[in-house]
């Protein structure tokens, strides 16, 4: 079985005043129909970066090699113009502040109009029976009264619903959601997350979650990928990257999602900071954060398989598998 | 005059135990508070309807709940930001609301604010030092002086010296939220208002400003109002909870009582809708209906009603009075039925 979305040893790099400075390395990344792959990291870490590589939205003089292929076409050798049949009718895209992503001087029906019309031939009568359709899949009560609705009208829930049928409109069958509920209430992103979630297993679409938040990501997707510092540290699927982390990274990053059954014990973070993209640590690049950090991380550390479908970049990942809670493992 | 930066803690033994006695004074004392925004308008919106609420020496109160809830507008009352139409804010001992200047009297009796946003809460064009001192100005007249307390501060959030001649845009955002700390520090506060303080922060940082937090919580001896709708940062640091719907409290208590086993069916679906790794702690049955209702016009009888998965007749028609159900307050007529119902629904 292919893919719908193959993307295989990506490199991205951007001109920052005349200094190349590569902030995506070697991702590799695949996500089925119906599947929702979730990439999780903190600021800075080539999430967004490869969101917009996919769209090839990224900046001018940006430069890419390896691939990214969707339902089997090679993308990163289409000229302009056929790219911009593939954004919007085969990818959609959803950002994170729904409100600011909506133009406020006009009515949702009306953008939402024109996404659909952008890309398929319908009459005006049709359209608007594919929006009223559409806002009633993503779960937006009254939808006739939406389309004539200004974004202000609508709360930060109601437009991100709106963004995401948008972003469907025109039948893409690949989402890519950019921290589309971080700006929203807990019992709202619930609710925005489960409507995804039912859009991939109804409708088969394949989802890209792109998230800092480990909880919610586990909530959500199928399979994982940890990055940082624009490489992929670990990844595999959902389930075991919970119950057996490998990347001392990965552990760290579970450690500080919310436990609501360990109530007034304060936990620690990760010390430091992620390396700035041009200012990367020579070897493994989260060395100079890691507890575990050996003279053997500071070769270059390769992403391997330790079981058939779970990868993790690190040298002693087998050597501290039983190790247990990283914070309890070194004096 | 008595100096209001205290000598650093650091060598200081004998740290006070973490929250004290629940028999303890209040050192906030907050009574049938209401704020309302635009009150001689004709589109007055009434952002908390009469809640009290104490916070005692040593503990740490989190304010919790949807935006729209009033979390935040009590906290700008508090520190005098927000209009208040009636009630008392009592801060040891001191009656604020009918000062002539509010935000000056809360600052007085020992109350500071840490805001959400550590970028638009410093000034650019100042340097490090010059922010963390600038509360002092009033107080220590030598600016040699003022700049070496801001030094120290910035020793005391656990930031090198050298960080004091930098600008913010030089800074992370972590490095940034811990200059409003050492800032929020410099006047010596008793009560330190958390609004969202660690809500723009990534998760690894987060958790360090946590720890910093806790830190200077014990060593300080500081009272914490924390303001969050991040529940992971309210469970580590929360010793009582007070849960927000709609401008006013549904329930209060302490902070293991209210997460393990929550009485008011919106603090249940509040917390259920937490992302956690480690399951679900909540019947998922519980969830809400729709969004927040519109501060401006609340719904008649329990404001929760028209989303509350137990809702009867007598809640569209009677406003629940809070009252104590299993050792904390809560305002619902069916209290008593939650904890049984909760089990019903999971099986």
Redesign the interface.
């Known amino acids: 079985m292919t893919a719908h979305l193959a993307i295989s040893n990506l490199h991205v790099t951007l001109d920052r005043q005349g200094r190349a400075v590569r902030v995506i390395d070697d991702l590799s990344l695949e996500i089925q129909e119906g599947e929702i792959v979730g990439m999780v990291g903190?600021?800075g870490s080539g999430k967004t970066m490869t969101a917009l590589a996919v769209l090839q939205l990224l900046p001018r003089r940006a430069r890419l090699s390896g691939s990214i292929r969707l339902a089997g076409q090679e993308l990163l050798d289409l000229p302009e113009s056929e790219l911009r049949q593939i954004r919007g009718a085969r990818v959609g895209m959803v950002f994170q502040e729904p409100v600011a992503a909506l133009n406020p001087v006009f009515t949702v029906g009306s953008q939402l109009l024109a996404a659909i019309r952008a890309h398929q031939e319908l009459s005006r009568t049709d359209a608007r029976a594919r929006a009223i359709e559409l806002l009633g899949n993503v779960g937006l009560?009254e939808p006739e009264l939406r389309l004539r609705q200004y974004p202000h009208q609508l709360?930060?829930?109601?437009c991100q619903r709106a963004m995401i049928a948008m972003a469907l409109a025109s039948g893409a069958r690949l989402l890519i959601c950019d921290e589309p509920t971080t700006s929203l209430?807990?019992?709202?992103?619930?609710e925005i997350?489960r409507l995804i979630r039912r859009l991939a297993v109804q409708s088969g679409i394949a989802v890209l979650f792109i998230s800092?938040?480990?909880?919610?990501v586990?909530?959500l997707c199928h399979r994982v990928a940890v990055v940082y510092a624009g490489q992929v540290v670990e990844a595999g699927p959902t389930r075991t990257l919970?119950e057996s982390p490998m990347h001392p990274y990965t552990k760290?990053?579970?450690?500080?999602?919310?436990?609501?059954?360990?109530?007034?014990?304060?936990?620690?973070?990760?010390?430091g900071?992620p390396p700035l993209p041009g200012a990367m640590p020579a070897g493994c690049r989260f060395r100079p954060r890691c507890e575990f950090a050996t003279s053997a991380c500071e070769a270059p550390q390769d992403l391997e398989a330790m079981a058939a479908d779970h990868l993790v970049r690190c040298v002693r990942a087998l050597e501290l598998a039983g190790a247990g809670e990283p914070a309890a493992a070194r004096p | 005059m008595t100096s209001p930066v205290r000598t650093p803690r650091a060598e200081v033994d004998g740290r006070a135990a973490p929250g004290v006695p629940a028999g303890g004074d209040s050192l906030l004392s907050i009574r049938d508070l209401t704020v309302t925004y635009g009150l001689r308008s004709r589109h007055a919106v009434r952002a908390v309807a009469g809640v009290s609420l104490d916070v005692k020496a040593g503990r740490t109160l989190a304010l919790i709940g949807?935006?729209g809830s009033g979390k935040s507008s009590i906290a700008r009352a508090v520190c005098g930001l927000a209009p208040v139409e009636s009630g008392t804010i009592t801060m040891d001992g001191h009656e604020l609301t009918g000062a002539a200047d509010r935000p000056a009297a809360a600052g007085q009796r020992g109350i500071q604010i840490v805001f959400q946003d550590p970028v638009s809460a410093l000034d650019p064009r100042w340097s490090v030092w010059r922010s963390i001192a600038e509360p002092l100005t009033r107080y220590v007249a030598s600016a040699d002086e003022r700049r070496e307390r801001a030094m120290v501060l910035l020793e005391r959030v656990g930031l090198d010296r050298s960080f004091g001649v930098r600008h913010p845009h030089q800074l992370?955002?972590?490095q940034r939220q811990r200059v409003t700390i050492a800032r929020a520090l410099a006047p010596a506060p008793k009560l330190v208002i958390l609004d969202e303080a660690v809500s723009a922060l990534?998760?690894?940082?987060?958790?360090?400003?946590?720890?910093l937090l806790?830190d200077l919580k014990r060593e300080e001896g500081l009272t914490y109002l924390l303001i969050s709708?991040?529940?992971?940062?309210v469970?580590?640091?929360?010793?009582d909870i007070a849960v927000m719907y709609l401008g006013k409290v549904v329930e209060s208590g302490e902070?293991?009582r209210v997460?393990?086993e929550p009485a008011h069916p919106y603090t249940d679906?509040?917390?259920?809708?937490?992302?956690?790794?480690?399951g679900d702690?909540v019947d998922p049955s519980f969830?809400?209906r729709?969004?927040?209702g519109d501060t401006a016009h609340p719904p008649a009888g329990c404001r929760y009603h028209p989303r509350c998965p137990m809702a009867v007749d007598r809640c569209a028609a009677e406003e629940p009075l809070m009252r104590v159900v299993r050792s904390r307050l809560t305002a619902c007529h069916r209290a008593e039925e939650t904890a049984t119902a909760k089990l019903g629904g999971a099986q």
Not at chain 1, 155 to 158: C, D, P, R, V
Request: proline share 6%; glycine share 10%; net charge negative.
């Open positions: 903190e600021s009560p709360s930060g829930g109601m209430d807990v019992t709202i992103q619930d997350v800092h938040d480990l909880g919610l586990s909530r919970l760290a990053l579970l450690r500080c999602v919310p436990n609501l059954h360990d109530v007034g014990t304060v936990r620690r973070g990760i010390p900071t | 949807e935006s992370s955002g972590g990534d998760v690894s940082v987060r958790n360090e400003i946590l720890v806790d709708h991040d529940m992971g940062a469970a580590q640091m929360a010793t902070a293991v997460i393990r679906a509040l917390l259920a809708s937490v992302p956690t790794v480690s702690i969830r809400p729709g969004e927040i």
